[in-house]
């Protein structure tokens, strides 16, 4: 292994994680040693485990021990380090004293820096008070007069994690693939769920089968839904999601299920001036012409006649399953067909009307 300075950065496999410390594969005698508080969440829980690998920087040899670590903070960043930390990229922990004219001062290593507002924090602003007082990570952008002049970035940070995400989730969703996510948030064009961290769209057309027209009656923020992964466009960073893939397609066998000639009881879906669309199931809708609209004409308004929800029994004349249309005609309903076919079944040839014999009856009485 060659030799280290002080700054340089390593791409080292972890090879052990006990209490205090992280143990880092340095291909030499001796391994290298970061401080596992460094890479603890929140809650005290480590975020790395035995066989990862990790970007750390050298900070120096103390009792003969190979020290690392992922940021300097005012504990290890002594003597040349700040400015090693700025000619190698090498993350600096400060705190926000307080909020000076055009951003906020900060204190790295017991030197005063400066943090623009444009720099703290991620595309979504907070108030001032949110950063005052607190411990952040930053990016030193400018080091001048020995570090006297330090000109820092939070938001290069929060940026660079973001990128390393992304290339993970790159791995991670793939179109076609099924996902779990959480509903975000309900918007008109669709709903936003989260998936794997990621805020992902569920366009209103990939919803259902079935025409939605208020996402409302059938999503909920923090409901949790299985979806397809429809397209991904991680330049844009776009991932679009389907919940009726997962579901089967009604036009698959709409052919054997509504052959011409075939009737069927379906309910008024849309009015349009040139028909209506019937709906004879979820994800299968027809269009009855109005030219087939006994008394109706291309002038007459539709919607003043007809209901939307309104049961409506039609006859299938024309099924195109390749561009998923279905030309359908007004029929008489089955309550009809069946009461007609009673009288008919039920008759017999003395009660079966005969114009001639009714006529002759008639004559006779006279």
């Known amino acids: 292994m060659k030799q280290l300075h002080p700054g340089d950065a390593i791409d080292a496999q972890i090879i052990a ?26 809650d005290g829980n480590c975020t790395v485990k035995e066989g990862d690998r990790i970007t750390a920087y ?27 930390a700025w000619k190698n990229g090498i993350p600096v922990e400060g705190k926000v004293e307080k909020e000076i004219k055009g951003g906020y001062e900060v204190i790295i290593a017991g030197k005063r820096a400066f943090c623009p507002y444009s720099q703290m924090g991620g595309r979504q602003k907070d108030s001032p008070e949110t950063y005052t007082g607190r411990v952040m990570t930053f990016k030193i952008q400018e080091y001048k007069e020995n570090g006297r002049n330090l000109l820092v970035s939070n938001r290069a940070i929060l940026e660079e994690e973001h990128a390393r995400q992304v290339d993970v989730l790159k791995t991670q ?10 509903v975000e948030s309900l918007q008109p064009f669709g709903a936003f769920v989260m998936v794997n961290g990621f805020r992902a769209l569920l366009p209103v057309s990939e919803i259902s089968r079935s025409r939605v027209t208020d996402i409302s009656e059938v999503l909920a923020p923090g409901q949790e839904i299985q979806a397809e992964i429809l397209s991904t466009d991680w330049e844009h960073e776009k ?53 087939e609209l006994q008394g109706e004409n291309r002038n007459m308004n539709l919607r003043a006649v007809y209901k939307t929800g309104t049961k409506m029994d039609v006859v299938v004349k024309e099924i195109n399953s390749a561009d998923r249309r279905i030309s359908l005609k007004p029929a008489t309903s089955s309550e009809q067909d069946t009461a007609a076919r009673k009288y008919m079944e039920t008759q017999d040839d003395s009660e079966t009307y005969n114009p001639f014999a009714a006529l002759l009856n008639r004559n006779n009485k006279k």
Request: charged share 25%; proline share 3%; with cysteine.
């Open 58 to 84: 050298f900070t120096g040899e103390k009792n003969g021990e190979m020290r690392f670590t992922t940021r300097l903070s005012g504990d290890n960043a002594g003597g040349d380090l700040l400015e090693q």
């Open 17 to 42: 994680v006990t209490g205090d410390c992280i143990f880092l594969d340095l291909n030499a005698k001796s391994e290298g040693i970061l401080d596992r508080a460094e890479l603890n969440d929140a």
């Open 173 to 182: 969703l793939k179109p076609g693939m099924t996902v779990a996510g959480t």
């Open 239 to 291: 991932v679009s999601l389907s919940m009726k893939k997962l579901t089967a397609d009604p036009w698959d066998t709409a052919a054997q299920k509504y052959p011409a000639g075939s009737k069927h009881t379906g309910s008024i879906a849309r009015i349009a001036e040139f028909g209506l669309f019937v709906t004879l199931e979820p994800g299968i809708d027809g269009l009855v012409h109005i030219s």
